[in-house]
C-alpha cells in the first residue's frame, strides 16, 4: 500500500501588497504612514496591527496576519517569502516600504522582519515594489525576471498571489513565466485561496517527485 506522499510546498512565495496583504490600496493615500495604531492579536498579546497615512488607516487583512504569523513560526520549513508589487507611484512605493517596517503580525515582528526570514540580512532582491524602470506595470516582464535572477529560483519553485481587480498578473505571470502556480486573491488573501495555491503546486509537481 503507498502511503501519502510528503507534502511539496514552493521555494518561494510571491505577495502583491495592495488588496492582497493589506487595505487599501497605497494610491489612495496623501500621507506617509505616521501614527502606529495598537491593538489585540489574537491569543499573543498586543502589537502594531495599522498605520495611520492621513484620513485612512492601512491594515493587514486577517487571514493575512494568521497565514504570516504561521510562517515566521516555521509552520513552512525553508519556503521563502517575496514582494512583486506595481504600486503606481514613487510616493505610493515608499508607503510601501515604510508600511512593511511598521506594521506588525506579533507582538515586535514588523512583515519586514517576516519577508527577510530565510534571506540574508542585507538581502533586498526579493522586495520589487513600483513601476520605475526596470520595474513597469507588468509584473511578468520586469518583477518576475528580477525574482529570478536575484534569487536564483525557478519559476517551477514559485507561487503567486495578486488580486487582479485591475490587471489580469495572474494570467500574465502564467503566460510569461511558465512554471509558476498564481492564485487571485480579490478581497484581500484569505485561508482557502492560499490553501488552494498550495495544493494546486502539490498536484503539479508532486507527480514527478513521487516517480523518482
Request: charged share 20%.
Amino acid at each position: 500500500m503507498q502511503g501519502l506522499s510528503k507534502k511539496i510546498l514552493p521555494q518561494l512565495i510571491v505577495f502583491d501588497l495592495d488588496m492582497c496583504l493589506w487595505s487599501p490600496e497605497t494610491y489612495l493615500l496623501d500621507e506617509q504612514p505616521s501614527k502606529k495604531i495598537v491593538g489585540q492579536f489574537r491569543n499573543v498579546g498586543a502589537g502594531i496591527i495599522g498605520v495611520q497615512c492621513g484620513s485612512q488607516i492601512l491594515k493587514l487583512f486577517p487571514d493575512v496576519i494568521t497565514i504570516l504569523q504561521d510562517f515566521y513560526n516555521n509552520k513552512y520549513p525553508q519556503v521563502k517569502l517575496a514582494i512583486a508589487s506595481s504600486a503606481y507611484t514613487p510616493f505610493s512605493v515608499q508607503i510601501a516600504k515604510n508600511s512593511l517596517n511598521m506594521l506588525e503580525i506579533l507582538p515586535g515582528v514588523t512583515i519586514r522582519q517576516v519577508l527577510q526570514k530565510g534571506w540574508e540580512d542585507n538581502f533586498d532582491g526579493h522586495i520589487q515594489i513600483g513601476r520605475t524602470p526596470p520595474l513597469s506595470s507588468r509584473k511578468s516582464k520586469s518583477h518576475f525576471p528580477l525574482l529570478l535572477k536575484n534569487t536564483g529560483i525557478a519559476y517551477t519553485g514559485m507561487v503567486f498571489f495578486d488580486d487582479c481587480n485591475w490587471d489580469d498578473n495572474c494570467k500574465h505571470v502564467e503566460q510569461d513565466c511558465q512554471g509558476v502556480i498564481t492564485q487571485r486573491t480579490p478581497n484581500g488573501l484569505q485561508f482557502h485561496e492560499w490553501n488552494k495555491a498550495l495544493d494546486n503546486y502539490q498536484k503539479k509537481y508532486s507527480a514527478g517527485k513521487n516517480n523518482k
